[in-house]
């Protein structure tokens, strides 16, 4: 009678060898599959963010009352054209930006930076400001969104605060200013707002909370804007 080791079939040297290519290959294929996939959802990330919507958040006052600090918003980027990423070179126009926009955008002085501001000013248009008032090619401006803080007292140590131009705006640039306008920094101080700057137009507040409020207490739940929460931006 045989032994159980004499019973048992030993693989030969060429089948093991091919067995564990096989699972090598097995191994590469998942790899590769893997690869595949994470470079799908990075193009894809990619695509949605340069070409499609992107969220952002509001860290500061300049758009009060329309934006509140702790609004966290989406960016329609496909609305002006797909643009080239990171260059914001024009792929394909579809629209330009409009008077009364809000739009998002790197910030002249320091591209990292993205400011949110509203359109005032078109490629052409002179702009004035007296009184604290807005004037478009010599005519008072429809400005229902303007906010002001100090009344309607113009402060002439203010400078541009309150008393802006005429400046006429170059071609393929825009004039922004923020709703909250005795306290924005806007194109009344560092100029106009070249339009491969613009990454799109905020249309929706997807969340909001006040942040001084949620970091004062443990409990958030109490600091959520509900009455904000998809809230279309006009």
């Known amino acids: 009678m045989k032994t159980v080791e004499e019973m048992t079939a030993k ?5 093991a060898a091919k067995q564990a290519g096989n699972k090598a290959a097995d191994w590469r294929g998942k790899l590769y599959e893997l690869a595949e996939m994470v470079l799908i959802v990075v193009a894809a990330v990619l695509f949605i963010n340069s070409f499609g919507v992107q969220a952002f958040k509001i ?11 702790g ?3 989406f960016v329609n980027r496909f609305i002006y054209g797909l643009r080239l990423p990171f260059t914001g070179k024009l792929l394909v ?13 790197r910030f002249p002085k320091d591209p990292s930076t993205d400011y949110i501001k509203r359109v005032v000013g078109l490629p052409g248009d002179t702009v ?11 005519a008072q401006a429809t400005d229902p969104h303007a906010h002001f803080t100090d009344g309607m007292i113009p402060d002439i140590a203010r400078g541009p605060r309150d008393e802006f131009g005429p400046v006429q705006v170059p071609k393929g640039s ?6 909250n306008r005795d306290n924005s920094y806007d194109s009344r101080f560092w100029g106009f707002v070249p339009e491969e700057n613009i990454l799109g137009k905020a249309f929706i507040i997807y969340w909001s909370w006040d942040l001084q409020q949620s970091l004062a ?18």
Request: zero cysteines; a neutral charge.
């Open 128 to 138: 004035e400001i007296r009184d604290k008032l807005v004037y478009i090619n010599g």
């Open 217 to 234: 207490s443990l409990d958030r739940w109490r600091s959520i804007r509900w009455n904000r929460i998809f809230d279309l931006i006009n």
């Open 71 to 73: 609004d966290h918003l």
């Open 11 to 15: 693989p030969k040297p060429e089948a």
């Open 174 to 179: 825009f004039f922004v200013m923020g709703d």
């Open 93 to 105: 126009p579809i629209s330009e930006p409009k008077r009364g926009d809000v739009v998002v955008f």
């Open 59 to 69: 860290p500061s006052g300049s758009m009060l009352p329309t934006l509140q600090i």
